[in-house]
């Protein structure tokens, strides 16, 4: 088994420290004195669960306290009881600086109220919680404790909450324009038994939690990837006794990163190196005055920032057993430590909070689910509509189902059933019978076949005019865009099998109302390529060859095979396989941007139009609480125009399928993002 795990210390005034290793078992305990900070707290309430809020200078860092139907108590670093605030009543709680409310950053703590098993949100000022809760969030099981991650990826706080029943709820927390702060739901992971305890890691992303009968877990604490669960030790299996105990998480910067864990049974606690997959180091007992032992250490909080007397910082530990009667107490890190042979590392700021890996934009509408579950939502395709722009449409593949249309506010206007339609693009004034039409084609896997429609925009409906069915001749026609020849006025549709085989087919009228493919062209490239725009005006196509880059080629039929890399993957750290969806953003006068979804790091990379096609940056979307619009994962395809949308898109959209639809979970979808805010992020322009 793989041993990790995550814990949280807490220790007592004038303690012994003792530890000893030994082939990974606790061979022997040499008590060494520790140099601890004295921190006896005198409660009127309980003492279940504390968290140390630093302030401007020591004489402010203040202790805020679980104390059950005594609410929220505060006290300062000498254990002296300074204010106590209602909060129903109280089983646990975390903090975490840095929140935003009302354009200030703000410490946010959330705790736990099981009168009615529900969350309570506090902005720590002067010293003391004041709730700034917009309502008490219900979760709607019994609840035993709250942890807080602030996701590395888009700079989020989400609060998690763990059941008696073995629930994770994952809730995003946003302030709203008055400044109340609320949740909305994520996710749900599903435990069979009861959970106890949490801790987050916001530099790493990962959330782990005590399963009490079980062990310790450890999940990717983004609720926009996959959960893989991973377990970091057992009970009766491992070096846990019979049942997991709380968990703290230690930063010393760099090589002295670790997870500590209590043994509930026996009051050990366990130390696992958190920079080497939560390695065990190492075991500890932990003894108090008089060298009486500390035998149920309850919940804990490490903090690596330097306290009064504590230069490495200090282990807060709730002593649930204490002759005096429950309290909390800090014990030298550097004594775990030093005794243990590991470094403390280097002393850290929790106060600095980091920024987003790029810049940040929200999707302001996004579309009803695809009615099928699982990876099924992949490519758009944007109609600008030229009288009226908010009547504009959103042509979108369910690629288990057939095709979508939805209106601006995401609605679902026409769904057809018409096979398993990977990808979609279209081009308008394409002449049927002599008359201008808008023309839709999709990668058909079903029949293996160019699918062809007509746009009706008048009815809002797509039509099939293919006569008949159009076979690719491929195994599995997959990515697909379409071009339309500045120089010739024909109009054309590209399409790959899954091998890396591309075709190009000619659409031409087949003078029955009808349209057929004529094939033109094949070429190929080295792996799996899908996403693809053509420039029409400059007469080249772009390809995401998924592993590799961005490849330019030519689109016109006669255009061979010769192709130029514009950004290869291993050049460029923004990217990270796969690549995938592409679309084009048009300033006229053959400048613009070309947009690529970097699939593995959730971004988009953004590159000049013309030119030396110089990268430009990327960005990122993210959550927006306030409307209840998650942020967008794992994309495939994306497309984006310059033209007016109509209100909020005046300036064109990146349209882009978000594969995993979270606030709440649902099947995928597909985001509406205004590009004012995409060339705000990152100081493009807009179409004027």
Known sequence: MT???????????????????????????????????????????????????????????????????????????TGARLAAVPAGEVGGLDMRYGFPIKGQLETLLVSTDKTDNSLRIFAMRDGTPVEVGARSVPL???????????????????????????EIEQLLLYADAEGRVDARSARRINLPSKIKYCVADDATGQLYASQQAVGVWRFNGDP????APALVDAAGLGRISEESGSLALYDGGPGARYLIATDASSGRLFVYDHGADDKYVGAASLTGRGGAAIKEPGALQAVGTPLAGLPSGALLVTDEDAPEGANYKLVSIAALTGALSLSAGTPQDARAVAAPRFPAVVAVVETAPVGSPGDAADDPAIWADPANPANSLIIGTDKKAGLNLYDMQGRVIQHLPDGKMNNVDLREGFMLGGQPVVLVTASDRTNKAVAI????????????????VQPTGQGDPYGQCMYRSARTGKTYVFINDSNGEKRQWELVDAGNGKVRAVRVRDFAFSSQVEGCVADDAAGQLYVAEEDVGLWRLSAEPDGGSAMTMLARISDNPALKDDLEGVGLYDLGDGRG?????????????????????????????????????????????LDVT???????????????????????????????????????????????
């Open 3 to 77: 041993n990790r795990l995550a814990g949280n210390l807490f220790g007592a005034s004038a303690m012994v420290l003792a530890l000893a290793i030994s082939g990974g078992v606790l061979a022997q305990e040499a008590a060494a004195p520790v140099g601890a900070a004295a921190l006896d707290t005198t409660s009127t309430g309980e003492a279940s669960s504390g968290v140390i809020v630093l302030g401007a200078d020591a004489r402010r860092h203040r202790l805020v306290s679980a104390a059950g139907l005594a609410g929220l108590e505060v006290f300062d670093l």
């Open 593 to 637: 941007y070309l947009v690529v979804s970097s699939q593995g790091n959730d971004s988009y990379a953004v590159f000049r139009r013309e030119g030396d096609q110089a990268y430009l940056g990327s960005f990122i979307v993210v959550a927006d609480g306030a409307r209840g619009i998650d942020g967008v994962s794992e994309t495939d395809g």
């Open 642 to 688: 310059s033209r007016n949308l109509g209100p909020g898109f005046e300036h064109g959209a990146m349209i882009a399928q978000d594969g995993r639809n979270v606030l709440p979970g649902e099947n995928q979808n597909f985001k509406y993002v205004p590009w004012t805010w995409i060339a705000e992020a990152l100081g493009l322009e807009v179409r004027r």
């Open 453 to 468: 429609y007509r746009l009706d925009t008048e009815a809002r409906r797509l039509i099939n005019i293919a006569d008949g």
């Open 140 to 166: 709607g099981f019994a609840v035993e404790n709250v942890c807080l991650l602030r996701n590395a990826s888009d700079g989020g706080v989400y609060a998690i909450a763990v059941g008696d029943g073995g």
């Open 224 to 227: 926009e990837a996959d959960a």
